[in-house]
Each structure stands twice: as structure tokens, then as C-alpha cells.
């Protein structure tokens, strides 16, 4: 709890003269500065060397010679061997499934990894700097068994291997003379790492959904007390005397520093680059220097490692910030080197040969299969991590250091109390402030890229030849974008359905949201647990509807986290339509449009139209060329009239005049784009929109957010949206109230698959039953070759410009 805090260790800098200049995206990892398209800079400082998809954790053999990496991503995973002085690859294993769990043994000779979902310990013999043929230690049966092994630690004396797990919620123990589980204890939540003491009589567990660590006596085999922490306890770190303990909280953008001995927390060191209770940080790797007097501690979602000097525990101070690639996850130390592993790499991509079709060794029905190569430019493996080699920073280069954090950072106090805006416009600049639009139509749509709908937009930046879905098929959405307003530089902060409604949301999704969908989403198990069905992945102070409820709002949901009345999410309940359907792709959206038109009209004329309403239409998901179900063509045919259609009412009812429609796709991840794989179709649609016009500013999911809240008068839910930039330049004073003529469909909505090919045939063994479930890059290929011919290729890679401009060097560069 907050209010237990002993003291709270702030690490603000107040830096002048030194703010972020306005950029635009990049996407050269080479460029100076990389600005992501969530609107996030990147400097990374030091030298780097490759690593593969999503590295969570890294391990330093006890002589400092080897260095082992776990890359736990969607496409393929693998264990890597670096020599840490040199800085190059010795050798790599692809790893069937693996997350997380990685430690040497103390003479070196043996590594063992958690094997995910497979439920196993695998353990690789390491000789001459190469690893051997893996051995394994069984948990239990493989997925669909419910296990799921993550942290690991040894006691090498006495043969014992601790792992704890993140699905079944237990510590189980292995005696590693008989590779038999000799003790599993029972957790109740969701557990990350563990860590043994010094004299390895107490294994600390982090419990990372249950806010505590649990301590567990390896003599007497029984768990004795708990600790509690702030939100989302991972990664765990001890002083070689055992004296203290830190704890990474991600949901809480900060470190807790234990007492060991007294098992009480001396204080909580605040992570975040300025004083605010914003979630945002995701604190998420720690390291001590050789002489333990500071320590590293990785930002993720700053992209950055916080520096404090923790000579006096309980007394600690910031000493500064290093800029590091994009969401580091993990930081080590060396002698005077700081290894740090970027879980995304260094920089944003472009996907115009969009997701090819791949070799696979299992497309099962689970969320993608694995892809047995790594060129595949779906988005969901799209960013490889890398590794950085940072040499310690004297004062000077920390100082400078701290200030190129801050420039790379859009989020500041300042812009968190009043948003950009200008005088006069109906997007307020601070919560509280009236707007003339009372109410909030908030449609979320499922999976396409700009140049998939709008590629053929001679008005914006699009690209014909990666066009499927053109006028002809989505007259409503052009009518719409050309009528009101024509965004073509509006970015998704997610990569996939999984985090996507998590940023639609909340403009934030949770470690525990950004490092799991990847092992579902690469067919190797799980579940889809990420919309208001698991109480680990809700961000920590909820979502929008939960700001809605406190803020005395009305709001209600068609759809989104919601099913025909029924869902799982507290703040919810009593506010979702009774008949709306969630994710199925046997409901048209159309007939979800004439839903919300009965709930509509009926909530209208009792003078209840609630404030905020969110919309569900994910139809142009497709069913791919799954013979009897609607074809593509006619799916996403279905889902522009159904916009059209409520767009049309609403532009026809009494209360037309105070309304506003956000349009955006969750995530872009269906298919290509030539500027990059997270450029998205979005529409503002309003009496106040400034119709007509084309608005090429960098806008994103989280920018949307941040302009609804400053309408509806909330507070921003994370650093993300509260440093977004609002949409304001989509609005003008004064409003038009003429309505929308919905726009007949051009093509047969009844048109279904009736082919029988290998198209047909791949599409079978599809899941369908809810969003993403279907292996995306098998499903854009059949989707792909629905439009243009069962023998059609996607385009070859082109050369694309992701709106560079020359990044403007400060007179100070050079100082």
C-alpha cells in the first residue's frame, strides 16, 4: 500500500533548456534519434549486438565469461551463448518453447532454462563456450496442462533446482540427482522470478499477481511469511551479504527495498522521470554495481535505465538516467560495463512485403503456429532485441546521459495537468474544462493497415499496390475519411489483438500483457486472457470504463470486453448492452449496428444516452477462405456499411449536435504497410470536425484516448496518454450538423467461400472462435490470395519512407 511507503525516493531531474524538438517518425535503427510511432524517441548509448525475438532475461556465468540470453518472442526462440568482454555470439539453440526462467550452474558447466509451455526444465551441457545436447526435467504433461514454469534457481550443494510457475501458481522443487519433483507448493498467484539467499535457507518468490513476495524455507520445506510489495513484483535482487533485497514493481514505476532480516520494506525507490502516481514506467530489470553501491534499474516503457546510489539503504538518491533501445527488460552488470537487453530493439519497421507465407512445424489452431524463419515481416515478430554494452558513466556523461532521456521523453508534469491544444477548440487542454461534445462513440475495429483500406487515397500517403480492400469495397470508410477528416500518419501503440484492447482502453497494457501474448500468439500455448478475464493483465488503476465509473460518467459497452450481458470486468456490469455480441465472426456487423440502433433509440428517448459508449465492429477480422463462411471481400464489405449505418443514425438523431465518433483499428497486424507495420485507418467524425481535410500530424491510440478524456473531463490512465498528442487539429469551432447518407454497399455482402484449394483447405484449421486465434500469417496469405488469386504473391519488399526528415543536431551534441 501506498500509505505503508517508509519513504519515497523520487527521481526527478529538473532540467532546462533541454526539451524534446518536434520530429517525425523514423524508422533508420541508425538515425541519432529514432522517434517510434508511439511518439517515444530512442538514443541507445553504447554498442550493440543482435539478439533474436522478445529477450526477457540474461544470466551471467559466475566467472563472468559466458553470458546466456532467453529470447521468448512469437516467431523463433532460442537460447544464446555471448561472450560478455568481446561482445559476440558463440553459439545459439532454437528452443521449442521457452519464457523467462534461465540460470548456470556455479562451476558454469550446465544451463538450465525454463521450457514454457512444454513444462520443462531444459538443460543444456556447456563445453568448450557451446551448448550441448539438451537434456530436460519434467514438470508435468506439456500444454494444454496448465503449468508454466518461469523463474529458476539452484542450490548446487544440495542438487536442488527451485522453478516457480505463472499458470498453476506454485513453486515446484527438483532434486537434480533423480530429475524427479521432490515438492510443489502451492503460490495462489501468479509468480516471475526467484531468487535464493546467500546461505540458500530462504528462497524469495515474487508473486507478480498478488503484489507480495512469498518466502519459503528450504530446510524446512514449508512457505513462511510474505512481504508486500506495490503492483506486479518481478525481477528480484540481493546483496552478496543478503542483507537487502530489491524488488522491480512494473505497475508501479518503482523498487522496493527490503530488510531482509526484518523482512520490512525500508522504502520505495520512485523509478519514473517525473513525480507522478501514472502508470507507464514498467520497472522491470535490476543490477548492482561490482561495489553495491548503485543500481541499474530498466524502465521499459521509458526506455531507459534509472541510476540511484544505494550505499544507504533506505536512504537512496537518483543519480541520473541512460538511454537504452526500446523497452529494456532485463540489465546486467560487468566490471565496469552495463549489459542491457532491448526487448524490441532500436527502432519501429516498415512491412511492405506484409506477412509472408512461412515454413511451419505447427499451425495447430493455436494463435500463429511457429515460424520456422526469421524474414517474415509480420508485425509480431517483426522486432528483434538487442544488446547493449554501455560503459559506466562518470557524472559528466550520466549528466548528459539523463538530459538525452528527457529529450527522447514527450511526457512531462506539465503536459500530464494541460494537454496541447488552442484556444477556442472544442478539446479541452485540462480535465475539467467543458467542451460542447457531450458525448463519446468509441468504435473499435479488428486488425488492418492504412494501405489496406486507404492505400488508394490519392489524397494521402498510400500505397495502391498493397490496397485489397479499395472504394469499391469500403465506400463508407472513404466517404467518411473524405467527408470529414483524412488521417494518414495515425499509429497503433500495439502489435496484436492481445495488447491491442489493452492501448484501445487503457493507453497502457502490462508486462504481463506484452511478454505472454507472444507465447500464444506463437502456437506454443496459452491462453487469450487479455480483455478483462484475468485480473494480472488489468492495468493497475483499470480501464477507461473505470475512470468513467469514478468520475461519475455514464458509459456503456456494445461489445468490447463484453458478451451478450454477460463479462468478466466489475466496472461493467449493469453498463453493457444485453444483446451485443463480443468477437464472433458468424454475427455481421451490421446486425451489431442494428442492435446498438434499438439500444440507441430506446436510451434517447428516456433522455439516457450514456456519456461514453464503446463500439465493437471487428468483422473485417475475415474468416479467411474458410469454406461456407463469409468471403473477405463481402466480411469487410459488411463491416464499412455497418459504420456507415451508425454513423448515418447518429447523424440524424437529437443529439447529433454534441457528438463525437473515434473509428481505429485495436492493432494493425493484418497484412502491410509501406510506412510502417503499426500505421492504422482512423476517423474523427463530428459536427465539429473540420470537413474536407487532409491531416498528416502524427497521431496514435494513445492521442485518441487523450483527447476523449479531456472531452469527457477524466484524468489521462498512463504517461502514454497524458503525453500523447490530442486531436485537436482535427476539430474546429464551428460545427456543421448536416448528417452522413450512408453509402450503398458496392459488392454482395452474401458472397461465401465455395472454393476448395489449398487456400480453402489452410483455412480449416483456422481458429476462429475469438480474435487472433487464427495463425495471422497464414491467414493474410489466404486472405491475400482471396483478393488477388489463389496463385498471387504479396508485392516484394519495397524501399519505404517512414516521413524522415534530417534529425536537427543541438549545439550541445558536441559538448
Known sequence: MRNARKGIVSLFFVISGFAATAQRPTNNPKARQILLPNGWSLSPAGTSLPLGDLPLNMQLSRSGQLLAVTNNGQSRQSIQLIDPKSGTLLDEKTIRKSWYGLKFSADGKKLYASGGNDNVIVVYPVVNKKLGAADTLRLGQAWPKAIGPTGIDLDDARQRLYTVTKEDNALYVFDLKTKAVIKKVALGHEAYSCLLSPDRRTLYIS???????????????????????????????????????FVANANDNSVSVIDAGARKVLEIISTALYPTKLTGSTTNGLALSPDEKTLYIANADNNCLAVFDVSVPGKSSSKGFIPTGWYPTNVKTLGQKILVANGKGFSSLANPAGPQPVKRSDTSGSHTGVAEQSEVQYIGGLFKGTLSFINQ????????????????????KEIENQAKGEA???????????????????????????DQIFGDMKEGNGDTTLCIFPEKVTPNHHALAREFVLLDNFYVNAEVSADGHNWSMAAYATDYTEKTWPTSYGGRGGTYDYEGTRKIAYPRDGYIWDYCQRAGLTYRSYGEFADNGKTSLKSLEGHISPKSPGFDLD?????????????FD?????GAVPHFNTIRLSNDHTSGQRRGKIAPVAAVADNDLALGQLVEHLSKSGIWKESVIFVLEDDAQNGPDHVDAHRSPALVISPYTKKGTVNHTMYSTSGMLRTMELILGLPPMSQYDAAALPLYGCFGATPDLAPYHVKAARVNLETRNTAWNKSAERSEHFNFASEDAAPDLDLNEVVWKAIKGENAVLPAPRRGAFLKLEQKRRKDDDD
Request: positive net charge; proline residues 6%; hydrophobic residues 35%.
Open 393 to 412: 558513466p562518470n557524472e559528466a556523461q550520466l549528466k548528459a546521459y539523463s538530459a538525452q532521456v528527457y529529450a527522447n521523453s514527450p511526457f512531462t
Open 207 to 245: 508473486l507478480w499477481g498478488g503484489d507480495k513476495i512469498a518466502l519459503y524455507d528450504t530446510q524446512t520445506g514449508q512457505l513462511t511469511g510474505e512481504i508486500a510489495t506495490e503492483s506486479h513484483p518481478n525481477e528480484l535482487l540481493q546483496t552478496r551479504n543478503g542483507k537487502y533485497l
Open 587 to 599: 454475427v455481421k456487423d451490421v446486425e451489431r449496428v442494428r442492435i446498438w440502433q434499438q439500444d
Open 602 to 606: 430506446s436510451l434517447l428517448a428516456l
Open 424 to 450: 477556442g477548440n472544442p478539446i479541452p487542454r485540462r480535465a475539467g474544462e467543458k467542451s460542447p461534445i457531450k458525448y463519446v462513440f468509441y468504435v473499435i475495429k479488428e486488425n488492418r493497415t492504412y
